[in-house]
Nanobody, 118 residues
């Protein structure tokens, strides 16, 4: 059983910053990909950023230069530092952990609301 617990969402003014955290517990293999996705009202879920165990990152074009993903492998925790926030960043942000062993395994957190006011 794998559980992901997120924290750090909230309300912030445009131009402000927030830091999201997500801790994974349970039977998570040491080699995995952790990431953040978001879903805005009326839109489909989209990738925000991912990071592998060795630190390889990938970002959505819309957040490059503003968001930074990082992780602490010893704690199985992933972070998302969000700077220069815009109203269009408003969404529910969900943490994900993924690995491959014969098939793909995906686990999701419950989501945390991020609201950016103009």
């Amino acid at each position: 059983q794998v559980q992901l617990v997120e924290s750090g969402g909230g309300l912030v003014q445009a131009g402000g910053s927030l830091r999201l955290s997500c801790a994974a517990s349970g039977s998570v293999p040491s080699i995995n990909v952790m990431g953040w996705y978001r879903r805005a009202p009326g839109k489909q879920r989209e990738l925000v950023a991912t990071i592998t165990t060795v630190g390889t990152t990938d970002y959505a074009d819309s957040v490059k230069g503003r968001f930074t993903i990082s992780r602490d492998n010893a704690k199985n925790t992933v972070y998302l530092q969000m700077n220069s926030l815009k109203p269009e960043d408003t969404a529910v942000y969900s943490c994900n952990v993924r690995w491959y062993w014969i098939r793909q395994y995906d686990y999701w957190g419950q989501g945390t609301q991020v609201t950016v006011s103009s």
